[in-house]
């Protein structure tokens, strides 16, 4: 009975938040390279991300879930399409050229 | 007196003077007349604060017809110019004024209204539905159209006008270049304007995802619809971008940030990378919604069921996806080198695919059925060459090593006009003619509508086949003048007669309004077309909740089927309706943006903290007001159902 009620995906999902922010606060308390900075950020704020919509945002629980994983994907989509779009276009075809 | 200084125009001229008279006598006239004839009650309760869908559509079309008539006298007034070499109507700082608001105006003050205006008032009625989602943030996404345009129209008269093109490009469009207001006013009513526009976005999203009639899958939407959702998909996603861009070119400009400065580690060119990543997403947000229109057109014209319809459905989705994947065509000449411009090349020529299947699939949809010439149907088989003219130019555009010849030619100017007047202007004049029965009760004269159409489709030929000549010369894009020697003289005279054949094309449409409105009969029924949509399976004109009883939807064509199988559509008793209530709140917040713009153009702050505060007031209000909206009782209804010829 105690066990259904309490909502132990929520805690742990809480817990490891927790974890994620101090792992990317480490990059400020510690020195490392820009690049390894860098990584631990966006892979952190990444699943960070994920963690927030799906388990408090409460994404996939209702009956429109497909509809609202498809737009989920198809924006990230267009993200990465826009920014390494304008990386490439703005950024690396001139340091490789 | 310093403090009005500002508001003087850097570079007057004398049709600017007359212009103010102008618009002082109107305004006046406008208020004088209202009071006159007593209508301050009837346009504040049934428009100012209306959340009726309907009636926001027709609110968007009318507007986007304003500003057609704007954007055209800043056309003919270029085409006049450039006439004739080394013509001296406009001097170079007026030339480079009207281009950029003629740009501005025409793109999202009357393309973008005008399909936002026949969604709005098309896409309810044809998935059955009583409003849009959110009707409240359906008012305050006009009244923020309304007052960005306004905003943005105003600029001329007072304190100067942007002048930096439509795409407004840095390092001219910074305070270094552009020294005068006017392309604050860009900057800022351009944002107030998007925001509304991506709030429509959301709405029809959730509107055509969540409020379908019973039985209407994803596939038995109609094409308009389908046209409609993806559109706002790409709007949700676009505007954004632009809505950071204009943000961060108003910090330059009025906060001495330097994100597009080209000292102080800017990036000039970011500017036109962002404003592209929205722009070509842009030309697909308003070519799909047209290509919906055509869809329905044709498929009633042709009197048979759209051809192929899930490939149409496919190539708008793969569209959609494209649209994102193509922008660095617009400024391939930027250095970024062969192999960036070969993959944008590539995805360039590969979203003419998609769109040459939707060609054929019209084609084909022709080809097998019985035609009725009509003038929104001979608008559609207008628009079909002419179009493909414009489009395989745009395919031209697309090869980048062929496109450091055409960029910023002519060429360049005639290959946007070939694909924006047939595919979006005659598909917004096909829809005007189309719907206007449902709208207003009478059709249109339909001999001088065909009159109009050839007259415009002619014009558009004789305005901008020329430029594919003189472009390919040499003559540049945006320049108010070239030399006798050049010869470029003959093709821009040509040019001049096709202006004047538009402008006589479109007064003729405004002539068959108003000789409709004196002659038309007045008893066409709900059906005039004999069309398949469940648009027309309601009254005309329209009950405010636009269905009595929830349409029960079985086939992609319930409507037709229902018409010609002789089965019920509305198989529901009627029931109380719940309406929402109107509200004076968007207008209000649609004026205190306008002026919270205004003091933002001129940097001034303690009015613009003023209206910030009156803007989070009105939404504090809007956030605790108790409204439940009304319901419309069963009598009413049935009373209502019976005078409009009974309950269907
Ligand atoms: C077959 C599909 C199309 C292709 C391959 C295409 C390709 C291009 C290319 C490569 C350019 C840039 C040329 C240059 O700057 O040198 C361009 C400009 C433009 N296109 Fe298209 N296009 C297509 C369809 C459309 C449609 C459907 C619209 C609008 C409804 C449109 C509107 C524009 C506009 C407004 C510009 C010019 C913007 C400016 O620089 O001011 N195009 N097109
Ligand atoms: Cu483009």
Known sequence: MMKELFPMKQVMGFIFSLVLTAVALMVYFFDMSFAIGMTILLVTAFIQAGLQLVLFMHAGESEDKNAI????????LIAIFTILGSLLTMVWTYQFQ | ????????????????????????????????????????????????????????????????????????????????????????????????????????????????????GFMNFVVPLQIGARDVAFPRLNALSFWLFFAGAMLFNISFVVGGSPDAGWTSYFPLADNEFSTSVGTNYYMIAIQIAGLGTLATGINFLTTILKMRAPGMTLMKMPMFTWSALITNVIIVFAFPVLTVALAMGTLDRLFGTHFFASTNGGMDMLWANLFWVWGHPEVYILILPAFGIYSEVISTFARRNLYGYKSMV?????????????????????????????????????????????????????????????????????????????????????????????????????HFHMVIIPGVVFAMLAALYYYWPKMFGFMLNDRLGKIGAWIIAIGTLVAFMPMFISGLDGQARRMYTYSEASGFGIWNMISMVGALMLAAGFALIVYNIYYSFRHAPRDIGSDPWDARTLEWATHTPIPEYNFATMPKIDTYETFWDSKKKGTTLFPDKIEKIHMPNNSGIPFIMGIIFFLWGFSFVFAMWIPLIICTLGIFACMAYQSFENDHGRYISIEEIEETEKELGGKR
């Open chain 1, 69 to 76: 994983y498809i737009t989920i994907y198809y924006g990230v």
């Open chain 2, 1 to 116: 007196m310093e403090f009005f200084e500002r508001f003087a125009i850097p570079h007057p001229s004398p049709a600017i003077y007359a212009s103010m008279v102008a618009i002082a006598v109107v305004s006046i006239a406008i208020v004088v007349g209202l009071t006159y004839f007593k209508k301050w009650g009837y346009l504040w309760r049934e428009w100012l604060t209306t959340v009726d869908h309907k009636r926001l559509g027709i609110m968007y079309i009318i507007a986007a017809i304003l500003m057609l008539f704007r954007g055209g006298a800043d056309a003919i007034m270029m085409r006049a110019q450039l006439s004739a070499p080394e013509n001296k109507l406009l001097d170079a700082q007026h030339y480079n004024e009207i281009f950029t608001t003629h740009g501005v105006v025409m793109i999202l003050f009357m393309a973008m209204p005008f399909i936002i």
């Open chain 2, 314 to 414: 496919a190539s708008m989705v793969i569209i959609s996806l494209l649209s994102f994947v193509v922008w660095v065509h617009h400024f391939f000449t930027m250095g970024q080198g062969a192999f960036v411009n070969s993959i944008f090349s590539i995805t360039t020529m590969a979203i003419a695919v998609p769109t040459g299947v939707k060609i054929f699939n019209w084609l084909l949809t022709l080809y097998k059925g019985k035609i009725v010439m009509t003038t929104p149907m001979l608008y559609s088989m207008l628009f079909i060459p002419l179009f493909t003219l414009g489009g395989v130019t745009g395919v031209m555009l697309g090869m980048s090593a062929a496109d450091y010849q055409y960029h910023n030619t002519m060429f360049l100017v005639a």
